[in-house]
């Protein structure tokens, strides 16, 4: 089958109206792709500034953690240099204060507490006191 044979202009102008429309659609699609992938960068730029924000926020966690351990590590390290100045780890393990010495052999040897407290200058409450702490203790002094 033979093309019809028009003017010449007329087969310029279709091919010329084809092309045009041609480079319409793919200037339209690149804009339209160029469009969205200007979107995802500035998508992806938020959510970048949001776990930049969140990883400064870690660190200062981080180094109020670390602080805290530095801190706690220290205070582990006095403890055992207190123990080993102890009294009792030097062999030297210290009693009550001698009145309380007193005070459990004059209760043995049933002087009333009034006169206890007395002679010790001890109040009377604190002597009954020591007095239940010693039967709780299981030393009935």
């Known amino acids: 089958m033979a ?3 028009y003017p010449l202009t007329i087969w310029t102008f279709i091919i010329s109206a084809t092309l045009l429309c041609t480079l ?3 200037c339209a699609y690149w804009y339209l792709q160029n469009k969205k992938k200007e979107n995802t960068i500035l998508e992806l730029q938020r959510e970048l500034q949001i776990v930049q924000h969140k990883i400064t926020i ?3 966690e981080g180094k109020k953690k670390e602080k805290f351990i530095q ?3 220290e205070a582990e390290v006095t403890n055992r240099f207190q123990a080993l100045r102890s009294p009792r780890n030097a062999g030297f393990i210290p009693g009550p204060p001698e009145r309380y010495r007193y005070l459990s052999a004059m209760i043995k040897a049933g002087i009333p507490v009034q006169d206890i ?3 010790l200058d001890i109040p009377p409450m604190e002597i009954d006191q020591l007095i239940t702490l010693a039967k709780i203790a299981g030393n009935n002094k």
């Open 71 to 73: 801190s706690l590590s």
């Open 117 to 119: 407290a007395d002679i």
């Open 3 to 5: 093309l019809p044979t």
């Open 24 to 26: 319409t659609f793919f």
């Open 58 to 60: 870690l660190n200062r």
